[in-house]
């Protein structure tokens, strides 16, 4: 999610403050040549139109303020008053060069409190510029790092008065902030909090901008909540609302309703079109689509990406040619599951947009990750980290990045009693993979080590294997080749496994594996020295998060001759979704037959079985990269066995997933399983852990 502390572009309502500024320094250029010229016009009433210029200007309205000046000045071309006031004017729209050149034609000259105050109120106005668009989007820090110089410069000056360098330290908090720099802010902040500066809520927004790219949110949210108190609104409109990075805060607090009724009563708050300042007819209000934009950001964070999706295709449509709605609409896309849907849709952004910035290449790179592209994904990182390096979005993108292409270590851990006839009365099952960093960006090097034993009847059995084996990458497909050597006395067959996983599309996928002597061999087979051949492969159709059906087919044959053939299919609904929250249910359907009988281990001639299924998943909490989840799957249904009666079974599982840090994960869970084997019930019950470190 591209976070208000986390930003890269501007947000639209910026974007459009920016143009308007653009072409208001345009017109104050043309204008400030009849300032000077100063022609006579009939009277006018010269305090009325002086105060009428000074009124427009606390609006915001400085074009129409300096035409004001501009009448002042047509009959009263040496009056001090509409002088100074044009040169601020023209000073605050960027004519910088022009303000100073008639500052100096200003009589009597400015004093030296005038032209320092002038030097504040421009280095107040580089920073409001800053804010806007950047003249280029390959360096976007250009005017912000210019605003910061001069607002230093001015900060520093000993011959400035303390109330105009106290406003330039307030200002460099925003400077710095607008530049990614939140290190320095934070330090400017402590430095003035032991001085016992209170800052004004525009500085205090700023601070809280920086405390949430420095993933501290619960000091954002008492920042943002501190500043809207002390300035509750309405906002200007060239100014991100704080109510939106309130919302954010909220979010990665851990206060998920907060966050969701903060920014969907300001979405509803905000009218659709606002009046035009030239009076005639209606423009659309950029702040509404900042609050709907961001309102299905955090709706989609939270979960709900049916919802997030529907409105941003709707947004998309109602307004085709906005970039940034595009290129949302396609992160929900890949939020979906739809990679390729998702780099369509970039592709369309990518055409209609003026220049490709580095929120363009994260976006790419997600995509690209997706499909397993990684040299694209590498190439778009580094070109994002090239343009914008300091933004809190694109240091994490590069932290996942690192971590996604360094080391990966999972370990599993299943601990089981019961009166299984393939498990026994208690087994135990461990696996530990270590995968290497990316090579070339195609391949990992993995080592692998497996342990499983169970207490049989006949005794105790186990099956130990440590290996090697290659993992490889291409766009949509995964695959692996390993070697298991045994190191166990039971099966001395070195195991050689293959396998893939190929996204044929964005709704279909088709998974294979071979294993010589696999684990899916039971134990007490293993006890006699028996193993076998296994494969298996499964195709998916999956339409989206909400709905997808699998059938998996598998044919195992054994050294002792038998051969096991079996299917199992299922679908699976979603239910309910909500914040944090999901439910689904489904059917699983299923059967196998062995070619013969009377083994050492549980093979009927034919069995069918089928099942109601749920899962339920939601978050407990949360507090930004820290996330704990819980989890609750059951199943009931029918079991039939030839020559046996049909019986219920069913089964249930209760886990958790705690995540300290991103790259860090732990799970745990408790299972049971109930089912009739030879026409009488028995059961199991399971203790699960795992860990992963990696991305």
């Known amino acids: 999610m591209q976070k208000c502390g986390q930003k890269i572009g501007k947000s639209t309502a910026n974007a459009a403050e920016f143009r308007r500024a653009a072409l208001a320094a345009f017109v104050a250029l043309a204008l400030c040549g009849t300032c000077e010229a100063g022609a006579a016009k009939s009277a006018s009433d010269h305090d009325a139109l002086l105060s009428l210029a000074r009124s427009e200007r606390s609006a915001g309205h400085r074009v129409e303020a300096l035409a004001h000046c501009e009448d002042v000045l047509a009959s009263w071309p040496n009056d001090r008053s509409a002088q100074l006031l044009c040169v601020q004017l023209l000073s605050e729209l960027g004519a910088s060069a022009r303000a100073n050149e008639l500052a100096a034609k200003i009589s009597p000259a400015l004093s030296d409190a005038e032209r320092v105050q002038l030097r504040a109120d421009y280095a107040s106005h580089e920073v409001r510029w800053a804010k806007g668009v950047p003249a280029d989007a390959t360096h976007p820090y250009a005017e912000a790092d210019k605003a910061i110089d001069d607002i230093q410069r001015l900060a520093n000056d000993t011959s400035a008065p303390a109330d105009v360098r106290r406003r330039a330290q307030l200002d460099l908090l925003v400077a710095l902030d607008q530049a990614d720099r939140a290190d320095e802010v934070l330090s400017v902040y402590a430095s003035l909090k032991q001085q016992n500066i209170a800052l004004p809520p525009y500085a205090e927004w700023a601070v809280a901008d920086a405390f949430s790219q420095k993933h501290q949110p619960r000091e954002a949210v008492a920042l943002y909540e501190d500043g809207m108190r002390r300035d509750p609104g309405p906002y200007d409109a060239s100014d991100s609302d704080p109510r939106i990075g309130l919302a954010y805060a909220y979010f990665d607090a851990g206060r998920i309703h907060d966050a969701l009724s903060t920014i969907d009563k300001l979405a509803k708050d905000e009218p659709r079109w606002r009046r035009a300042s030239s009076g005639r007819g209606n423009t659309q209000n950029s702040r509404k689509v900042d609050a709907d934009s961001v309102s299905v950001q955090l709706h989609e964070d939270a979960g709900q990406l049916q919802e997030s999706y529907t409105r941003l295709a709707a947004m998309c449509a109602e307004a085709p040619g906005n970039v940034d709605l595009r290129r949302q609409l396609a992160m929900a896309e890949l939020a979906r599951g739809w990679p390729r849907r998702a780099a369509e849709t970039l592709k369309i952004a990518a055409s209609i947009e003026d220049e490709h910035d580095a929120s363009a290449d994260l976006d790419e790179a997600e995509a690209q990750r997706a499909v397993y592209d990684y040299a694209g994904a590498q190439a778009s990182i580094d070109q994002a980290q090239t343009q914008a390096g300091r933004s809190g979005r694109v240091q994490n993108a590069l932290e996942a990045w690192d971590r996604q292409r360094g080391w990966q270590l999972d370990i599993t851990h299943d ?71 045994s190191a166990d006395h039971y099966v001395r067959r070195t195991d050689f496994e293959a396998g893939f996983n190929w996204a044929i599309s964005d709704r279909w996928s088709w998974t294979s594996d071979w294993s010589s002597a696999g684990a899916d061999i039971p134990l007490r087979a293993q006890y006699y020295g028996i193993t076998g051949k296994t494969f298996s492969t499964a195709v998916q159709w999956r339409a989206s998060e909400l709905t997808s059906a699998r059938l998996d087919v598998y044919r195992d044959r054994f050294t002792d001759g038998n051969v096991r053939k079996g299917w199992l299919g299922d679908v699976v609904q979603r239910l309910h979704t909500g914040p944090n929250v999901t439910f689904d249910g489904g059917v699983e359907i299923g059967g196998s037959t062995n070619s013969e009988i009377d083994r050492p281990y549980f093979n009927p001639s034919w069995d069918r079985s089928y099942a109601l299924t749920g899962v339920l998943q939601n978050v407990l909490n949360q507090y930004s990269d820290r996330v704990w989840n819980q989890r609750f799957d059951f199943s009931a249904g029918r079991y039939g066995e030839r020559n046996f009666a049909t019986g219920w079974m069913a089964s249930a599982r209760y886990g958790q997933i705690f995540q300290p840090h991103a790259g860090l994960k732990f799970g745990w869970g408790v299972s049971w399983h109930w089912q009739p084997y030879d026409g009488r019930h028995e059961s199991r019950v399971v203790l699960d852990l795992n860990v992963h470190w990696g991305e």
């Open 415 to 485: 601990n089981g009693w019961g009166n299984s006839p393939d498990y026994g009365d208690r087994d135990q099952e461990t696996q530990a993979t270590l995968a290497s960093p990316l090579i070339g960006d195609h391949w990992r090097v993995l080592a692998l080590a497996r342990a499983s034993s169970a207490a049989l009847p006949e005794g105790q059995a186990s099956r130990d294997r440590a290996g090697l084996g290659i993992q490889g990458f291409v766009p949509n497909v995964e695959y692996y080749v390993q070697a298991l050597p």
